[in-house]
Structure formats: C-alpha cells, structure tokens
C-alpha cells in the first residue's frame, strides 16, 4: 500500500445509502483533496439487526444498496454472473426464496454487482482504491450455513470475553467453524470467499484476525460472554493456501484485542499490516502501541473503528485522568472537543504509518449521536448518514491541507 490517507464511510452512509448519484459525488469529492483510499463496512446483506457483521452471506451483495433507477438487465451478462458465481449462488438463492419467495434474487445479485463494479472502477479512475470488509464469522440464520453446513461447529458460538467494550464481553451468537474439516478440503471455502471479496475490493481488512491464531468459543445457551474457552485455530496455514490461491490480494488485519505473543507472531509471519487506535493509547503510558508516535510504518492507523465513539464524544465522556492524558500528549490543555479533535487527526497524520484512515464523523466534529456502533446493543445501530451539504468545499480544502501538510 502506498502512503496514504482513507477515509471511512459505509456505503449505508452516503448521503442516499446506495450506488445513486451520491455516490460518485462522494468519490469526486475526496479525489480533489487527494484521499487515495476509501473504506467501507462489509457489504453483504444484512438481516434483522441491519449489521453488517452478522451478514445472510459473506459472498453476496447488499441489495439496499441497489439504485433501482438504474437497474438495466444484459440476459447474457446475467447468465454469466450466474455461472461464475455458482459455488455460492445457488445456495443463497435457495435459503432467500424461502425468506422472500416472490424475488428474483440472483438478478438483484447481478444489479450489485454491476453496480458496485461500476462505481469502484469510477472510485480507481480517480486514484483511489476501495477497501473492504471481511468479517470474520457468518450469522447462524444465514445461507453459508444452509448451504456449507459442513464447514461450521454448532456446539458454541463465537464472541470475546470481558474487554474495553464491555465488562460482561461480547456474545455475538454466530456460529463457529469446524477447522479440522476446513484444513482436509484445504481451505476451499475460504479460497472461495477471498476469491471473491477481491472481485469487489482493492484490498480487504479482515476482522477479529486473532481468531486465526485463538478463538473464543463460548457454550450454546450463556447469556453473556463471561464463561468461555480459547481454542486454537488454523494459524498460518490458511494463509498460505489463501496467499497461494489468491496471489496479489492486499489484506489488512483487525489485530486489536488483548493479543498474545501467538497473535502477534501470526501477524508478523504473514507480512500484512494490523490496526491501531488512538483512542486505545490513552491509558497514561508513553509506551502504548496505539499513540501514534509508536505506531510503525507497517500498519493502518485510526483515531476510532467503527466500533468506537467519535473523538468528540470520546473525549466529552472520558475520565478527569483520561483527558488529562489526551490533553498532555496532544497539548490541548483548555481547548474545547473540536479543537483537540483537529490536534488528534494533525498528531495520527504525522505518525509513520503507512496508511491513516479518519472516519467522517471525525473530519465533521460530530458528536456521539452520530456514532456507527455501540458494541453490545443488538438494536438501533448502524444509522449513520451524512448529508450532502456535509461535503462542503470547507470540508474538502481542510481535508487536501491535512494530505498535503502531512506528505500524504
């Protein structure tokens, strides 16, 4: 990956939270500052929670995202995106008609995919590369687990134990794989997945990496995260047969976490740059991997995930300690949010990570109303939407100031 600045923003958030007009608008408008990166959340189809994380399938496209004015069928456009993607299609096919049987759900399949493809090679004309999500797991009620029911272990369910995000952990409920069976077939259904993640993506970022190294299984039936075994999983292996499968696929790993010496060597071994963030570097010592002045040049540095609070919100709910740590490193003593969060994103820009992604939420000052997620709640998540007057001409000389400023 070249040096660079991203910008973090679902598609659900653009300003019609689909492939319409603001879309491109969207991609003109960090092409003139000089963004070179462009990430969003994992695209899949989303049930009854809307999160992307808990997906109906990890191959398949969000039909919302679909701009319906634009919907033009090609029969035999259509009969080959139907043959090409016949190792995941079918079955997707059969587990939605049963959830929605009037739709003819591999022609809406087809819309996505031409439209996404449209809209990245639009997105790559203008220098910029689309970064996209992998999650890590699958929802129980999904048609990777209809249709590939050998590749999973029903008896736990995947989450972490008691962490920064929640005392009680996380109990996310999806199912588990089954990665003795995974490593006899060699792979394939993950061969499969990447093969796909990049026809859609310049580079994808795996979430909840450390699951590859150790994973959290947790009994079927607890109502929390507390009770829990780490057991191992496929370690390098898996991406030696990705990496020989799927040559030239640039990867990002979700490396955060209370990560083991195990983890971190995984991560070395593979070559492939991990995560910080800056609102973890907080805790009152100068050592802290996630300040940017410790970050190396391999990795991605953020201020928040998707998964924190804006810096705004961050820091108007931070401990007395908290902020007085964030205001002697940043020197803000006596600024107010909006002008500690310009200091946060100046400090993160000079730092020598190769790759500096900022969220929107961030570049606009908003406030923790405006947050993506709140790990833990099920419910009323994933909201988040800017407005087109949000991608002022104020907003973009800011932004092309911070890029130049920075070497970026």
Known sequence: MKRGVG????????????????????????????????????????????????????FAGNPKFIDISRMQ????????????????????????????????????????????SEL?????????????????????????????????????????????????GQLWGNPLYDWKLMARQKYKWWIERMKQMQKMYDIVRIDHFRAF???????????????????KGPGMKIFDAISAAVPKLDIILEDLGDLTPSVLKLRDDTGFPGMTV???????????????????KNCVGYIGTHDNDTFVGFLKSAS????????????????????????AIENILASKADLVILSMQDLLFQDSTCRMNT??????????????????????????????RSGR
């Open 120 to 168: 990245r090679k639009y997105a790559n004309s203008k220098g910029i590369k689309i970064i996209g999500d992998v999650p890590i797991y699958t929802a129980v009620d999904s048609a990777d687990v209809a249709g590939f029911k050998e590749q999973f272990d029903f008896e736990g369910v995947a989450g972490v134990p008691p962490d920064y995000f929640s005392e009680t």
């Open 278 to 296: 800056m609102q973890f570097g907080f805790d009152g010592t100068h050592t802290n991997e996630h300040l940017p002045n410790n970050y190396p």
């Open 7 to 58: 910008i973090l923003l679902h598609v659900s958030s653009l300003p019609d939270g689909n492939f319409s007009k603001s879309a491109f608008d969207f991609v003109d408008f960090l092409g003139s500052t000089g963004v070179k990166y462009w990430q969003i959340l994992a695209a899949g189809p989303t049930g009854a929670s809307d999160s992307p994380y808990s997906p109906l399938s990890v």
């Open 320 to 343: 007395k300690e908290t902020r007085g740590f964030v205001d002697t490193y940043l020197s803000s003593d006596m600024l107010g949010e909006k002008d500690t969060t310009r200091l």
């Open 213 to 231: 190294d150790t994973y959290y299984k947790i009994p079927v039936g607890e109502k929390d995260a507390k009770k829990g075994k780490w057991l």
């Open 375 to 404: 790990p833990g709640k099920a419910f009323g998540q994933w909201k988040y939407r800017i407005k087109q007057k949000d991608l002022s001409q104020e907003l973009g000389d800011y932004l092309r100031m911070l890029i130049e």
């Open 73 to 116: 069928t090609d029969d035999k456009k259509l009969e080959a995106f139907k043959k090409e993607n016949k190792y995941w299609l079918e079955s997707f096919v059969d587990f939605m008609e049963k959830r929605e049987p009037k739709t003819d759900h591999a022609l809406l399949q087809f819309h996505f995919s031409e439209q996404w």
